[in-house]
């Protein structure tokens, strides 16, 4: 009986190893059905434009499986006891896909660019409450509000709040021209995403994919 049990294991381990995929380097093609508009988090609109910004891009926060936001770019952050100063602590050594370090200067142009009405963005409204902006180093961001604000660590996690490199930008802009073709505007070059680096680090987790 053993040994009919130990040859049935070994014939599904063959199998298993007959079936698994051969992964390598190259260009992964997804049908989507409808055309994308944009790259751009800052102005994504469709659903379609959302999957894409959300296995390409990071945020400073995300919501979990029961609705609770948590770290993703930024390991932690504080607020004041008057709820008006906010600091963001950004997780090291997160890089962009094009090399670069994601840093405070980056947080910092990207809520710029969704403030700014000429850009479009629809979430814009969720950060008029933030005054004023400083990068206090490298990763580490401080954000002074208008008002005594409890949600600013859940509006980062909104899905036009993704942290774009602030020397990319004509490199989006150009791949967000919606008079470019549809091919070119599937290839994201230039996003950022610690959901890189978590499927270098950890292939086998939930998360891979992202």
């Known amino acids: ?57 990071s945020g400073l926060t995300e919501i979990d499986r029961n609705g609770k936001t948590i770290p993703d770019l930024a390991e932690r952050w504080t607020a004041s006891d008057d709820l008006k100063t906010w600091t963001f602590y950004l997780r090291k050594g997160v890089k962009f896909h094009h090399g670069r370090d994601v840093d405070a200067q980056d947080v910092i142009t990207t809520v710029q660019r969704i403030q700014d009405k000429a850009t479009g963005s629809v979430t814009r409204v969720n950060f008029e409450v933030i005054d004023k902006m ?56 230039i996003a950022s995403s610690s959901r890189s680096l978590r499927a270098t680090t950890c292939p086998a987790c939930r998360r891979s994919i992202r």
């Open 1 to 57: 009986m053993r040994r009919v049990i130990g040859m049935a294991v070994a014939l599904v381990a063959v199998c298993i190893a007959c079936v698994q995929p051969s992964w390598g380097a190259g260009t992964l093609k997804v049908a989507v059905p409808s055309n994308l508009n944009t790259l751009d988090p800052a102005k994504t609109k469709i659903g379609e434009e959302y999957i894409v910004n959300f296995l390409v891009f």
């Open 134 to 189: 400083e990068a206090v180093d490298a990763s580490t961001v401080r954000f002074t509000l208008k008002a005594p604000y409890a949600g600013l660590a859940d509006i980062f996690s909104d899905r036009q709040a993704r942290i774009v490199p602030r020397d990319k930008l004509d490199t989006l802009a150009r791949r967000s021209d919606p008079g470019h073709s549809s091919s070119s505007r599937s290839s994201p070059a």
